[in-house]
Nanobody, 120 residues
Framework: QVQLVESGGGLVQAGGSLGLSCVVS????????MGWYRQAPGKPREWVAR???????NYAGSVKGRFAISRNNAKNTVYLQMNSLRPEDTAVYYC??????????????WGQGTQVTVSS
């Protein structure tokens, strides 16, 4: 059983910063790409950022230059540092990881989500 657990959400004023973490635990062979998505009320889930095992990163245009994704492979953890936050960044943020599980191949796994609220 693979589990992803996010932490670090909360309430912040516009212009402020927050950091999110996501730890992968359980039985697995390896973690490939890891990423963050978000879903605002009444909107579909959208991709925010992604990081490959080797460290290469990609960002959605709406967060590029403000958010930074990183990972610690030894700790099976991915991070999202969010700076210059805007009210439109308010959403539930979800961690995602492509994980190789023995006898099952590579499967996409999701965390339970953590709320980020940016007040104006």
């Amino acid at each position: 059983q693979v589990q992803l657990v996010e932490s670090g959400g909360g309430l912040v004023q516009a212009g402020g910063s927050l950091g999110l973490s996501c730890v992968v635990s359980g039985s697995f062979l390896s973690i490939n790409d890891m990423g963050w998505y978000r879903q605002a009320p009444g909107k579909p889930r959208e991709w925010v950022a992604r990081i490959a095992r080797g460290g290469s990163t990609n960002y959605a245009g709406s967060v590029k230059g403000r958010f930074a994704i990183s990972r610690n492979n030894a700790k099976n953890t991915v991070y999202l540092q969010m700076n210059s936050l805007r009210p439109e960044d308010t959403a539930v943020y979800y961690c995602n990881a492509d994980i190789s599980v023995q006898a099952m191949g590579v499967m996409s796994h999701w965390g339970q989500g953590t709320q980020v609220t940016v007040s104006s």
